[in-house]
């Protein structure tokens, strides 16, 4: 069974940075694209990044593009958001995902079929 940890959430103010993680164990990690999505209070979950299996392309929303920064380890089958320069919009519980998807699926939620548990994320203004 896979099981995916997000890890690495917290309160941070606004302009200061976090660093997301999520462990993946009982898959084969380097044969899923990796993603995070978050869900703000009231808002449907939507799409922050998604970094290949391979790891050589990533994709961001508008919303995070030039503050975040999505990698990934294949040998520790692990993942990373790196997010700076935080605003209190960053709010959400934060999710990793994976799943195998197709370019033009891979904001999709739906094109992921393994997720973590979540972690909260706080930006204070």
């Known amino acids: 069974q896979v099981q995916l940890v997000e890890s690495g959430g917290g309160l941070v103010q606004a302009g200061g940075s976090l660093r997301l993680s999520c462990s993946v164990s009982g898959g084969s990690f380097r044969n899923y694209d990796m993603a995070w999505f978050r869900r703000a209070p009231g808002n449907d979950r939507e799409f922050v990044s998604v970094i290949r299996r391979n790891g050589g392309t990533s994709y961001y929303a508008d919303s995070v593009k030039g503050r975040f920064a999505i990698s990934r380890d294949n040998a520790k089958a692990t993942m990373s958001l790196q997010m700076n320069n935080m605003k209190p919009e960053d709010t959400a519980v934060y999710y990793c995902?994976?799943?195998?998807?197709?370019?033009?699926?891979?904001?999709?939620?739906?094109?992921?079929?393994?997720w973590g548990q979540g972690t909260q994320v706080t930006v204070s203004s």
């Open positions: 995902a994976a799943g195998t998807a197709i370019t033009s699926t891979l904001r999709n939620s739906n094109a992921y079929a393994h």
